[in-house]
């Protein structure tokens, strides 16, 4: 009972704790984002030859394809990133709203 004298007592205190945590808990998504970003990146280009969950496994089951095939399947859109995407605080939102010719579409809070 105590501590919720002291907590209504001093509202300006219970104010700056909450903000600090907050600011602490953005600090904590933002790394998370970024680690959940970066292990998505890294799937999604060495799963590329053989193939993956989101494109399928026909590279796999390939064996007559071409270098060149190889090489360009390589690449990923920004579309590819499901579990980025899924958070629109992700480093990868920015990233899927510009657009090909370097427009940004939706600016992002």
């Not at 219970?14 to 600011?23: N, Q």
């Not at 989101?54 to 390589?74: I, M, V, Y």
């Amino acid at each position: 009972m105590d501590s919720e004298a002291q907590r209504g007592s001093n509202p300006a205190a219970m104010l700056s704790a909450l903000v600090s945590k907050r600011e602490k808990l953005q600090e904590e998504l933002r790394n998370i984002e970024k680690q959940v970003y970066e292990l998505e990146t890294s799937y999604l280009q060495d799963s590329s030859q053989c193939g993956n969950v989101l494109k399928g496994f026909e590279g796999f089951l390939s064996s007559s394809k071409s270098t060149a095939n190889l090489k360009r399947s390589r690449k990923f859109q920004p579309e590819d990133r499901l579990f980025s995407l899924s958070s629109v605080t992700s480093p990868a939102v920015e990233e899927h709203m510009v657009g090909r010719d370097g427009q940004i579409l939706v600016k992002v809070g």
